[in-house]
């Protein structure tokens, strides 16, 4: 479950944003909507704890992250929360297998490769867990994302703008493989995006 209250934050003294309150509780869906300039990426940031709040709280499974040290910081987001970002980063000397286990080793969790291998054979990639992530289709790249993002069993998943570069049939795949991995490990699902074709899909919204 994630929780926020009177979220601020400032980049400079005419740019400040006030952001409304969410709450977004374990196997829910939220989308939060807004154009360009509105805080859609400040705020998903915030929520993956890479930025600090200039005030308010953020919680995440009764853990109020505003209260912790740096170090702490990362140790929760690695273990707690899972990102999908817009345009997946890998390490792309290392094999997609190898990528997914360092979702491991950044949580400090031993190496749980039944796990990667149960999840690339649900998202369709399991023929290429050999293969560098460079030898791979972008929508291949897109599923190996969320596979990263799930492999800890995250309290919360984030994604930023997962649909925005995609045509409506891979819009809606991409939507239905993010739903059933958050429902399948209890997680919250936040979607960061401007896509208007998402209102259909998503009963819960914020407009920023």
Do not use: W
Not at 35 to 58: D, F, N, W
Not at 103 to 114: D, F, K, S, V
Request: hydrophobic fraction near 40%; glycine fraction near 4%.
């Amino acid at each position: 479950m994630l929780t926020t209250q009177q979220l601020t934050f400032s980049y400079s003294p005419t740019k400040r944003f006030a952001f409304p309150d969410i709450h977004c509780n374990d196997r829910e869906a939220l989308l939060i909507l807004g154009r360009s300039g509105t805080g859609k990426t400040t705020l998903l940031h915030l929520l993956a704890l890479l930025l600090k709040p200039e005030s308010g709280s953020v919680v995440i499974n009764n853990t109020d992250l505003t209260r912790l040290n740096p170090a702490e910081t990362a140790a929760f987001r690695a273990a707690h929360v899972g990102i999908v970002y817009q345009k997946p980063h890998f390490v792309s000397a290392l094999s997609v297998m190898d990528n997914l286990l360092l979702a491991n080793y950044l949580a400090n969790q031993p190496p749980t490769r039944e796990r990667a291998s149960h999840l690339a054979q649900q998202l369709g990639f399991a023929d290429h867990l050999g293969r560098k992530t460079t030898q791979i289709s972008q929508g291949e790249q897109q599923r190996v994302s969320i596979a990263r993002a799930v492999m800890n069993h995250p309290g919360v998943i984030l994604a930023d703008e997962p649909t925005s570069n995609l045509d409506d049939e891979n819009c809606s795949r991409v939507v239905e493989l993010l739903q059933t991995q958050s429902e399948q490990i209890g997680a919250s699902l936040i979607v960061v995006t401007h896509d208007q074709r998402l209102k259909d899909i998503f009963a819960n919204r914020v407009q920023l």
